[in-house]
C-alpha cells in the first residue's frame, strides 16, 4: 500500500516554523488543488509546548495566530507530568492517522527534531522489556560479558542494581545517590553514559532498567538498529527553516528581551508558587529534568525569583543566562538535524525515494520570508501533493546549497 504523506517543518527555535505551518495549512484549505486533500492539522513536535501554562516561555502560537488552523499535542499536559519521546510518538502517530481520515494533511512542526527522527521511523527506539525483572539472576538471556560485569561491580554498586530506586532521586537533592547511579552505568555501558549528564537521572535509569530488564546494554540494542534499514512511516516533505547563525543570534536575544517585556517573569513566578509547597525556606533547588521545568527561561530564572532581596545585577545574570542557554540549545537542534535527522532521510531513501528535505532560507524577514521562504514551500507542497516531479534541494537557494552540501550522510541511531 503506497505511504500517506506528511509535511514536518524542522529547525532552530526563533525561526518561524509555526508561522510557516500555519500558512501551509492555510494554503491548503482555500487552493482546493487537484490533489484531493482537504485542508491541513497541525501537531506540534515541541517538547515544552506538549505542557499547559507558561505560553511566553515555551513560544506557543496564540489562539489568533492559528486562525483557525488546528493544533494538536499542545499545552494539553500537566507541567508536572513527565511526557517523554514513546509517548509522544504514539500519540502523533494517532493524531497522523486521524488526520489522513479526515482527508487532512498532517503538518509535524517543531524543534525537538528527535521526537520528529523517531515517528518517522519506527523501531529505533530503544524499548524496555514488558517484564519486570528485578534480580540479574532471573535475567535468562543476559550475555556472559553482560553478567561477567555485572557480577564483578563492587559490593555498593551490585546492590544498587538489584534494588534500582523508585522513583529515582534528583541531583538537587541526592546528589550523593544521583552520581551513584551514574556511576553504575558508567561501569556496565560507558559509551551510553557518556550521552548522559549525571545530572539527568531519569536517562540514567531508564538505560538501567533496560539492561536489568533486557539482560542487554541499550548500546548494543542501538548497534543493532542501526544495522537495520530505515523503512520511513510515510512519505515526507521536510522543510528545514533555516537561518545563518551570526544573523540568528541577535533576533533570539531580542525575542528574549520582548519575553521579559510580555510577561516571562510574571509566568515563572506562577509556576514557581505550584512547586512552592515542595521548597524549604531558602532552599534554591528545584529539578530541572523533569516536566515543563526544562524549558529555558525557567531554569535561569528560577534562583532570581527566590531570592530575598533580588539586585539589578542578578537580573542581567539570569538574562544573560538565558540568552547563552538559548544560543547553546539552537546549536544543539542544528547539530541534531545535519548528524541525525537528515542522514535518516537519505538513508531511507535507497530502496525507494519516499521522503524529500529542503531548506528553507529565513535569515532575512519581511518581505524576503514571502519569496525564500513561504512561496517556495506552498510549490513544493503543492508538487509533492500532487506526486509531480520536485526540484532538487540544492537548486533551491545559495544557503540550501551551502547547508546540504556540508551534510555528511552516514548510518543514524
Known amino acids: 500500500m503506497a505511504l500517506r504523506p506528511l509535511i514536518a517543518i524542522c529547525g532552530t527555535t526563533g525561526v518561524g516554523k509555526s508561522k510557516l505551518a500555519i500558512e501551509l495549512a492555510l494554503h491548503l484549505s482555500e487552493l482546493g488543488l487537484p490533489h484531493g486533500w482537504r485542508g491541513a492539522k497541525v501537531i506540534n513536535a515541541d517538547a515544552m509546548q506538549v505542557y499547559a501554562g507558561m505560553d511566553i516561555i515555551t513560544n506557543k502560537v496564540t489562539q489568533e495566530e492559528m486562525q483557525g488552523v488546528p493544533h494538536a499535542l499542545m499545552g494539553f499536559k500537566s507541567p508536572n507530568e513527565q511526557y517523554v519521546v514513546g509517548q509522544w510518538v504514539q500519540d502523533a502517530i494517532a493524531e497522523v492517522e486521524d488526520a489522513h481520515r479526515r482527508q487532512q494533511v498532517p503538518i509535524v512542526v517543531g524543534g525537538t527534531s528527535y521526537w520528529i527522527q523517531h515517528l518517522l521511523f519506527p ?16 535475567c535468562a538471556k543476559m550475555s556472559d560479558d553482560l553478567a561477567e560485569s555485572i557480577a564483578s561491580l563492587p559490593p555498593d554498586l551490585l546492590d544498587l542494581f538489584n534494588a534500582l530506586p523508585d522513583p529515582p532521586p534528583t541531583a538537587d537533592t541526592d546528589s550523593e545517590a544521583s552520581f551513584a547511579l551514574y556511576r553504575l552505568l558508567q561501569t556496565l555501558d560507558p559509551s551510553v553514559a557518556q550521552r548522559w549528564h549525571w545530572k539527568d537521572t531519569r536517562k540514567v535509569m531508564r538505560s538501567l532498567r533496560i539492561i536489568q530488564e533486557s539482560g542487554r546494554r541499550p548500546s548494543e540494542i542501538i548497534d543493532d538498529q542501526s544495522q537495520e534499514a530505515l523503512t520511513p512511516r510515510y512519505r515526507t516533505l521536510c522543510l528545514w527553516v533555516y537561518a545563518r547563525p551570526e544573523i540568528l543570534k541577535p533576533r533570539l536575544d531580542l525575542r528574549i528581551d520582548r519575553m521579559i517585556e510580555q510577561g516571562l517573569l510574571d509566568e515563572v513566578h506562577e509556576l514557581q508558587s505550584a512547586v512552592k509547597g515542595n521548597l524549604s525556606d531558602g532552599d534554591l533547588t528545584s529539578d530541572y529534568t523533569f516536566g515543563i521545568y526544562q524549558s529555558i527561561g525557567y ?8 531570592l530575598s532581596n533580588p539586585s539589578e545585577r542578578d537580573f542581567k ?19 541534531w538535524l545535519r548528524n541525525k535527522l537528515l542522514p535518516a532521510l537519505h538513508a531511507g531513501n535507497k530502496i525507494e525515494q519516499l521522503s524529500w528535505t529542503y531548506v ?21 507542497c503543492d508538487l509533492f501533493l500532487n506526486h509531480e516531479f520536485l526540484p532538487d534541494p540544492l537548486s533551491l537557494s545559495d544557503v540550501a546549497e551551502q547547508v546540504l552540501g556540508r551534510i ?5 541511531e
Request: net charge positive; aromatic share 6%.
Open 360 to 380: 528553507l532560507d529565513a535569515t532575512e524577514l519581511d518581505d524576503h520570508w514571502l519569496t525564500k521562504v513561504q512561496k517556495p514551500a506552498m510549490n513544493l
Open 317 to 335: 545574570t539570569a538574562l544573560e543566562n538565558m540568552k547563552i542557554s538559548t544560543r547553546q540549545y539552537a546549536k544543539k537542534q542544528i547539530s
Open 123 to 138: 523501531n529505533r527506539l530503544v524499548q524496555r522489556s514488558p517484564t519486570e525483572v528485578r534480580n540479574t539472576q532471573t
Open 408 to 412: 555528511e550522510h552516514k548510518p543514524t
Open 299 to 306: 531554569r535561569e530564572f528560577h534562583k532570581y525569583l527566590l
